[in-house]
């Protein structure tokens, strides 16, 4: 097993979230940015960023200020006074043009004050705006009012200029400022990204060089790009892959390309929703023939059913509380069909209207934040048990498991939710047809991994591992990290050697070892 080590200094670990940051937003948190309201608290976020910003640009006016108030001691000469003056001048020059304009575009349209309240200079379209548009920002909105209006019209000037950009930037749908307006920019709230480093959570990671569980952009829930997951695989020391997204099977054309430009060996997979017996499982379907026409039906009767309980959810929101949500609208921008709860509850808690709502009220008033209003809201409406739950339908079980067989591949149950399931229901599904069990998984207790292993020796199925990794949407898993002891290597070995023209050798390998 590979042990995943990293110390990080103060400045190294700043670098390092910012770029991390920057790299999360160009993939997908663009899609999920949102723009400052005209809120009191969007305002004072607003405006103590600026402060801050405000603050850092003026900090040579304080050594003028030192140095006038020596003087006026006798404890400084007082020919000291014009070069002083001078030089401040040429400091102020430097800190409101250079340093302001500077940080913000190696960090990507953050300054110390947005980087502090969460948020982040864009483009109108919500992608990332150029170096230069992010200079000429801050020489807009910070150096020409201190250096150009503050030595021509001295504080007088600077004040009009601030009162005026206050005047616009209040009156302005998304709160942009002159500036905003003159390059086409605005400021946006960053989508909440956790970015832990590994020292932090644990000093050293085990990571297992098997990987059977990882899901990229293709799923709902999935961050990173195809490419992404195999430079990360790379990294993390692993030697066998398989990419397994929620009813879809797109990744897997690119993967067998990266698979040998990266030099990961790859193992073709999905993971399928199904019902059994009033219980919702999931299937993972390993050496799947990706090609087989069998696959754009369970997309596409996953889309239909995503689609539909959204809509749903919508409906029911109207009925119990009055609320009306263009869902329609909302399906258009993901292609996925699905509009979360939380989702939902985000909107409604953003829309100014909606927040006079007695009900919303209620929530903004027993909550310590507006997050956890939204969370709170989001749970009780549209969890289990809410007036505004949908219960979704998914395929049989049965149905699913000849699915996968259909395609060549080896039907695995996933973990996932296997904590909650005793020990006959699950011997009742492996009697189905299921070929394998991932047994190790971030995902279920230890407890419930000795289960699942007991049941594969009884059973005589594959074993398999998963880490479940989603990207920063699921912080917790980590790529690599399967849980997976280094003496249960070699059972997870028997199913990565079970190529299409072996699988019988494989099964007979794992009634003999298991």
């Known amino acids: 097993m590979k042990k995943q080590k990293g110390e990080y200094g103060t400045i190294q670990r700043a670098k390092a979230v910012i770029a991390k940051r ?5 993939q997908q948190g663009y899609r999920r940015a949102q723009p400052l309201g005209r809120d009191r608290e969007a305002i004072e976020d607003h405006s103590c960023s600026y402060m801050i910003d405000l603050c850092i640009a003026l900090l040579p006016a304080l050594l003028w200020v030192l140095v006038f108030v020596l003087i006026l001691c006798g404890i400084l000469p007082v020919f000291l006074l014009t070069p002083m003056y001078w030089i401040t001048l040429v400091l102020l020059v430097v800190t409101s043009f250079g340093l302001t304009g500077w940080f913000s575009l190696r960090s990507h349209g953050l300054s110390l004050g947005r980087f502090l309240t969460g948020m982040k200079v864009v483009r109108k379209d919500n992608k990332e705006a150029s170096p230069m548009i992010l200079l000429l920002r801050e020489i807009i909105e910070v150096g020409i009012p201190v250096a150009v209006l503050g030595y021509f019209f001295n504080v007088l000037g600077m004040l009009i200029f601030w009162v005026l950009n206050s005047i616009v930037t209040v009156i302005s749908p998304g709160q942009r ?36 569980h990882i899901h990229s952009n293709f799923s709902d829930d999935g961050y990173y790009s195809v490419e992404d997951l195999f430079v990360r695989a790379k990294e993390a020391g692993c030697k066998v892959i398989s990419i397994t997204d929620h009813n879809c099977v797109r990744a897997n054309t690119q993967a067998k390309r990266l698979s040998v430009l990266y030099g990961v060996d790859y193992i073709p997979g999905i993971e399928i929703d199904c019902s059994f017996r009033g219980r919702r499982l999931r299937v993972l379907g390993y050496y799947i023939d990706e090609r087989n026409e069998l696959f754009d039906a369970v997309e596409s009767e996953s889309l239909k059913r995503e689609k539909t309980a959204s809509l749903e959810r919508g409906r029911k929101l109207e009925e119990y509380a009055g ?49 956890q209003a939204i969370e709170r809201f989001a749970r009780d409406m549209f969890e289990e048990g809410g007036p505004c739950y949908v219960e979704r339908t998914y395929p049989s079980l049965h149905d699913v498991l000849e699915i996968v067989h259909l395609a060549d591949g080896i039907a695995v149950l996933s973990s996932w939710g296997c904590d909650q399931l005793e020990d006959r229901l699950i011997e009742q599904a492996l009697a189905e047809g299921f070929d394998g069990i991932e047994v190790f998984s971030p995902l279920v207790k230890k407890e419930t991994m000795t289960r699942l292993l007991r049941l594969a020796k009884e059973h005589k199925l594959f074993v398999s591992a998963g880490s479940d990794f989603h990207g920063p949407t699921h912080p917790q898993h980590y790529l690599g990290v399967t849980h997976c002891p280094k003496q249960a290597l070699p059972l997870v070995e028997i199913l990565t050697s079970a190529s299409p023209n072996a699988r019988e050798i494989g099964r007979a390998s794992c009634r003999e070892r298991v």
């Open 22 to 26: 920057s790299s999360f937003y160009k």
């Open 323 to 371: 609320i009306s949500v263009d869902m329609e609208r909302l399906l258009e921008k993901t292609r996925f069909q699905n509009v979360s709860g939380k989702q939902i509850a985000k909107l409604i808690f953003e829309h100014e209207l909606y927040r006079q709502y007695p009900l919303i009220q209620r929530y903004l008033e027993s909550s310590s934040s507006d997050e």
């Open 177 to 212: 400022t002159i500036a905003d307006w003159i390059l086409g920019t605005r400021i946006i709230y960053e989508p909440a990204v956790h970015i832990r480093f590994e020292q932090d959570v644990k000093k050293e990671l085990e990571l297992s060089p098997i990987d059977l």
